[in-house]
């Protein structure tokens, strides 16, 4: 496997690591934030399905950040996260899916392509070959 391609999968499960190691980490502290307000993630579907992409995308796109990529190429990957969870939000809204873990196991499965179809459109980005760029970037 070339270096390029070693780098290109290491920043995919990056990536894939800080998004569940987030959902692990800052969901609890939501949902106990949620419940002093009021509410609870397990009385929403819409909340819970929206409070597992938050978790999820936050904690990605700041490692996106610590490894040097700009704007632009993180707001490209929250749309790669955001687009699977709108689309199990209108399975839901439209009756078509009502079961909640149905869902959430769709909006997880749906977030892995979704991902690795943003990286390849931005290959040099997560190869490396653009790298050093962004890191002056971010530092400005």
Request: hydrophobic share 55%.
């Amino acid at each position: 496997m070339s270096a390029s391609r070693r780098q290109f999968v290491r920043h995919y499960v990056e990536m894939v690591v800080a998004m569940f190691l987030g959902m692990g980490v800052l969901l609890p502290p939501l949902g106990a934030a949620l419940r002093a307000a009021g509410t609870s993630l397990h009385g929403s579907d819409v909340l819970m399905i929206s409070a597992m992409a938050l978790t999820m995308t936050v904690p990605m796109v700041g490692w996106m950040r610590f490894r040097g990529h700009g704007w632009p190429v993180c707001a490209d990957m929250t749309a790669a996260m955001a687009i699977p969870a709108l689309t199990v939000l209108a399975l839901l809204w439209s009756g078509l899916v009502a079961d909640l873990g149905s869902l959430l196991v769709i909006e997880h499965l749906a977030m892995l392509p979704s991902m690795l179809v943003a990286m390849v459109l931005r290959r040099d980005e997560y190869t490396g070959a653009v790298h050093h760029h962004a890191r002056q970037q971010v530092a400005a």
